[in-house]
């Protein structure tokens, strides 16, 4: 908002007042307004003030809206797995936060995804840092700094502040901080299969299984998947290996052996057991 202090033409004279689809520059706003925003003209400058607030938080409850449009939608939000990483923008000019916003979307994909709360031009104020510390987000400062009420808040709500004047720092500390939000990438490399050929008894409570190794090697301590008609009965890993009466670290295919499994009885006849190491790697995006 603001109070209209001159309006120059295209030839850079002065006028008093412009009509319809006359091109003009209007300077006195307290603000820098996007392309195609609405200039609307009001009775007085408090009047003013509070159109502007009432857009503002229209756009803010349009930007932050999550409510789904239809069943299809509802049940894509409710079953979706994506991590959203949400951030606030303010930059000293609307060709920056333009500029932010894009490559900030561009880090996301199909685990992660940006969120952008507000983007606008202009200091940091009160209710970027109320907004922010709403969703648990950090401010991102381009080339601009908070006012004096946005400091005492942001030092009460303990909201992190991230600046930065140069784009490509900026994305490349955002990628680290939703690296580290998905965490290491589990791979797993099956190194064994075999099948339960007979269950007994090992000590008071304990079930041991005897196996016959058909692929690759059963090894002590990796993880493994309990089978029965190709449907998982238990998540587990190997507690104990034995090969006739000694205790061994592998076996391999072709070769029977005895396994006690970790945190589980429930063992068939007929099951297969899948025997995997895990491999964690740090994610990129």
Same mark, same amino acid.
Request: a negative charge.
């Given at each position: ?83 959203? @990483?949400?951030?606030?923008?303010? *930059? =000293? !000019?609307?060709? #920056?936060?333009?500029? /932010? ?121 990796? @993880?493994?998947?309990?089978?029965? *008609? =190709? !449907?998982?009965? #238990?998540?587990?890993? /190997? ?47």
């Amino acid at each position: 908002s603001g109070k209209v202090r001159a309006i120059v033409d295209d030839k850079g004279q002065q006028l008093k007042e412009a009509g319809p689809s006359m091109p003009v520059e209007v300077l006195g706003l307290g603000g820098v307004p996007s392309a195609g925003d609405n200039l609307t003209v009001v009775e007085n400058e408090q009047r003013a003030r509070e159109v502007a607030k009432y857009r503002q938080e229209l756009a803010t409850e349009k930007r932050t809206a999550l409510a789904p449009t239809n069943f299809d939608t509802m049940f894509n939000t409710l079953s979706s797995n994506v991590i959203e @990483f949400p951030v606030v923008v303010k *930059a =000293d !000019v609307q060709g #920056s936060v333009e500029a /932010i916003v894009n490559a900030l979307h561009n880090l996301s994909n199909d685990d992660i995804k940006v969120r952008v709360l507000n983007g606008g031009v202009g200091a940091i104020t009160e209710s970027d840092v109320l907004l922010a510390g709403g969703s648990k987000a950090p401010i991102i400062g381009f080339n601009v700094r908070p006012n004096a009420k946005a400091r005492e808040l942001l030092k009460r709500d303990n909201v992190r502040m991230m600046y930065y004047d140069v784009i490509y720092h900026l994305t490349d500390a955002i990628a680290k901080e939703m690296i580290g939000e998905l965490g290491p990438e589990r791979i797993e490399h099956v190194v064994g299969r075999a099948q339960v050929k007979e269950v007994f008894k090992s000590g008071k409570r304990d079930k041991a299984a005897g196996l016959l190794v058909e692929e690759g090697v059963i090894r002590k301590g990796l @993880f493994a998947r309990l089978t029965r *008609a =190709d !449907v998982i009965v #238990s998540a587990t890993k /190997i507690a104990s290996l034995r090969r006739f009466k000694d205790d061994v670290d592998e076996v391999r295919a072709g070769l029977e052996c005895g396994v006690v499994l970790e945190d589980t009885n429930d063992i068939k006849p007929g099951d297969q057991l899948e025997v995997f190491s895990v491999e964690e790697r740090e994610r990129t995006l």
